[in-house]
């Protein structure tokens, strides 16, 4: 059992790394399609949760619960990853962009 939930843990780091470090369009728009999916993909288990147990059979999870608990947190853990980058990016962007201003304003003033 921890095997599998190790698996699950491990098939989802190049998703999290690929995410968290792309900023660009193409993956905004894979972004966006995993944001539209996955509260679908909740919904769907509400309608037919046999769905999820069969999905946690092929993977040897006990319940369909239990694997869309493991792809929630996954989730949230990806989504986490992926602003810290982001924020990270516009900081690095703020500071060259005041260092700029600052080059800027500092050859506009006379020197006195």
């Given at each position: 059992m921890i095997f599998v939930r190790l698996f699950?843990?491990?098939?989802f780091i190049?998703?999290?790394?690929?995410?968290?470090r792309s900023i660009g369009s193409r993956s905004k728009a894979a972004r966006t399609l995993l944001l539209f999916l996955l509260p679908a993909l909740v919904g769907y288990s509400v309608i037919l949760p046999e769905t999820?147990?069969?999905m946690a059979n092929f993977?040897?999870?006990d319940r369909g619960s239990d694997l869309l608990l493991y792809v929630t947190v996954l989730t949230l853990i990806t989504?986490?990853?992926?602003n810290f980058g982001k924020f990270r990016?516009?900081?690095?962007r703020i500071?060259?962009?005041v260092q700029q201003l600052a080059l800027l304003q500092s050859k506009e003033e006379p020197n006195s």
């Open positions: 699950l843990v491990i098939l190049p998703t999290f790394i690929v995410i968290s999820w147990q069969s993977v040897n999870v989504y986490i990853g992926y990016y516009l900081e690095k500071v060259i962009l």
